[in-house]
């Protein structure tokens, strides 16, 4: 699904690895290089140790931002090379969840300037985009993902993150850059229109 590669229980990418080789092959011989090839080889055990854990969570939150399989598939691809690039700046392993959902965040802010697409409408999900997220045969799970991905990104975003990464207030004002109260007007707001949405399909029925 991703186009990192998972092996022994391990994350890597094509780019981090044409990246080490360049910073080796830069490096000269000798002992240099040697040390060199030693902290890379502890670098790539930490960044599979901390991406490992929660690279299934980047690709089901750029899901969420994104509401596109392929997009998100993008966006994941593109948060792991930033993420193993920065490594460096992660100084506490204990934070690398919140550290690597602010980069998908960041991927995914920065595809759409690229492409400037319009995020995709519920009515035109295909199958495997509105099931992409289902991880149990459901009907009424499945309507209530259709009704959150029909509130705007304001309102989704926040309540994804509560609900389904079980963030606190606090963590997801950090990640989207407001305050703690604004996210709990969005929070409020969120579930008032989730509840409209529901009552007007079952009305509808």
């Known amino acids: 699904m991703f186009g990192f590669s998972l092996y022994s229980g391990t994350v890597s990418t094509p780019e981090s690895q044409k990246y080490d080789m360049r910073v080796i092959n830069s490096q000269g011989s000798g002992s240099s290089r040697m040390n060199d090839i030693e902290a890379i080889a502890r670098r790539r055990v930490r960044f599979d140790r901390v991406v490992g854990s929660f690279h299934k969570d980047m690709f089901r939150y750029a899901a969420w931002l994104s509401r ?88 989704r975003e926040p309540l994804v993150l509560q609900v389904l990464f079980g963030h606190s207030t606090s963590e997801i004002a950090a990640l989207m850059g407001i305050n703690p109260g604004a996210v709990l007007t969005r929070l409020h707001r969120a579930r008032l229109k989730l509840k409209d949405i529901v009552d007007e399909v079952n009305h509808e029925m």
């Open 68 to 155: 596109d399989q392929g997009i998100a598939e993008d966006v994941a691809q593109e948060a792991l090379l930033r993420a193993w690039k920065s490594l460096d700046s992660l100084r506490d392993d204990d934070a690398a969840k919140q550290w690597l959902l602010m980069i998908v965040r960041r991927e995914n802010a920065r595809y759409f300037e690229r492409k400037r697409l319009e995020t995709v409408d519920i009515d035109n999900l295909t199958g495997p985009q509105s099931a992409m997220l289902a991880e149990t045969d459901d009907s009424d799970l499945d309507d209530m993902r259709e009704a959150i991905y029909k509130l705007d990104d304001d309102y």
